[in-house]
């Protein structure tokens, strides 16, 4: 018998998606809607063309040498993503209370910082949560607290699927309910898997229950400026909750905003009272990537720092990003519009309120399954969809599948 003979693996609802539709020799009609990069209008994972120059320059550059970074990632990296996410003129950056460490995407600053929740937060050494996070979530977003000691993962209610879109009172109350300390998992903008967010009016009232009940806000930057076109529309509740004064960790991707999707590039960072904790928290953080993955990468990070320390990158950056945001927003408008022509039954506004790449279509599990089954349409098992992956040529094909899954009879 192996010594290997205990494992048990499974396999995500994703990954048994992407091997079904592998699997699926209808190659004429089958649409992969359940990705998470921006497919461009060719069906391709697409590559801003300012991010493909700057990699062949960073690629021919004789002074740049294969060495290990350090610890906690290229120093101007950090400084920029910072920056970047909170603005240059932010108080906490004038103030010097921010610790930003590089990491690998966004699930390694996740789980750096739920290592940091588990050696650092509150007075004792004991915390294990509760960590509250958002009903639908990333899949994986339970297990990475899980993985770094965390046993209490909690939910709260977000995406209401009979009105197709969040249910603030429901997700209020269940915040009002949580115990004093819990750490909150928000999305900032660009929600996975719903795409759904809350307005800057709803984030007032979250934030006034976070700071009453004391629950300490992790906000989730996955795809800033993909949402909007705009990035400090999609950064106005991180910015915000640093004005009034809140602590908060916050964990960044430029994986979906920098087309650097294989090059793992992610950034985690604190924002503190004070300075008092700064030195012991950077120290804190390094120990701890020591251990998960020593040092982070250097090429994506030397991509991203290039971009924001050169004006003229970061102007072509900003609008191949807003034209990437405008492309998604005109998908889902015409996905709606094509709806309305067929008669689909119910209201297909909810389609155009978000913004990014995801969005929630309101089928139901059955109707998922009509569209694998019967028209080779994969979507995410709670009937929501990469509407970036949607182009002319399969728009019709799939808001008919769309609408025979919901009048055919099952």
Known sequence: MSVFSGAVGALSAELKLLAEFRRDSHREKKVFLAGREYVGEDGKTTEL???????????????????????????????????????????ALVENRVVGVQTVGLSGAVRLGAELLKHCYCTSSSWTGPVLLSSPCDESLPSVFEAAGIGNVQHYRYWDSDLRGVCVEKMLEDLEKAPEQSVVVLSASGHFPTGADLSQEDWRRVIDVLVRRQLLPFILLPALGLCSGDVEQDA???????????????AQSFSHSFSLY??????????LKDDSNLLALQSQAEK????????????GARVVTTVLTNPAHLVEWQEGLKGMAERCML???RLREKMRLLGSPGSWEHLIKPGGLYCCTGLTAQQVQFLVKRRHVYLLP????????????????????IHLALTSQL
């Not at 991180?238 to 004064?245: A, N």
């Not at 294989?262 to 924002?271: A, D, K, N, Q, S």
């Open 49 to 91: 063309p300012v991010i493909w120059k700057i990699k062949q320059q960073i690629g021919t550059d004789p002074t740049l040498y294969p060495e290990y970074q350090p610890t906690s990632g290229l120093p101007e990296f950090t400084r920029k993503a910072v920056e970047l996410a909170l603005g240059r003129e932010s108080r």
């Open 331 to 333: 998908m889902r408008e």
């Open 288 to 299: 701890i990537i020591r251990t998960l993955w020593s040092c982070p990468p250097a090429g």
């Open 382 to 401: 709670e009937g929501c969809l990469n509407i970036s992956a949607v182009n002319g040529r399969n728009l019709d094909y799939v808001a008919e599948s």
């Open 236 to 250: 106005w509740v991180l910015r915000h909750c640093v004005s009034l004064g809140l602590e908060i960790m916050c």
């Open 262 to 271: 294989g090059e793992r590039v992610g950034h985690l960072f604190c924002v």
